[in-house]
Nanobody
Framework: QVQLVESGGGLVQAGGSLRLSCAASGSIFSINDMQWYRQAPGKQREWVATITSGGVTAYADSMKGRFTISRDNAKNTVYLQMNSLKPDDTAVYYC?????????WGQGTQVTVSS
């Protein structure tokens, strides 16, 4: 089993920044990629970014240049630095760890961007 706990969400004005954290525990040896997803009210959950165990990153087009995913393997933590936030970025942000057996999810952290 893998446990994922997100933190760092909150209320921020448009143009501001937030850094989300996701701490992993449990069978972390089974984790390679780490990902962030988000789900806005009334919308489907969408992929935000991925970071591999080797540090290779990928982003959804709307996040490129504004969001940065990183990881600290010593701390078993992945981060999402979000800059130039827009009201459309308002969502619950989820950390996710796909493994060969199943995909794990955190409980989510709310990000609200006011205009």
């Amino acid at each position: 089993q893998v446990q994922l706990v997100e933190s760092g969400g909150g209320l921020v004005q448009a143009g501001g920044s937030l850094r989300l954290s996701c701490a992993a525990s449990g069978s972390i040896f089974s984790i390679n990629d780490m990902q962030w997803y988000r789900q806005a009210p009334g919308k489907q959950r969408e992929w935000v970014a991925t970071i591999t165990s080797g540090g290779v990153t990928a982003y959804a087009d709307s996040m490129k240049g504004r969001f940065t995913i990183s990881r600290d393997n010593a701390k078993n933590t992945v981060y999402l630095q979000m800059n130039s936030l827009k009201p459309d970025d308002t969502a619950v942000y989820y950390c996710s760890a796909p493994t060969s057996r199943r995909r794990y999810w955190g409980q989510g952290t709310q990000v609200t961007v006011s205009s």
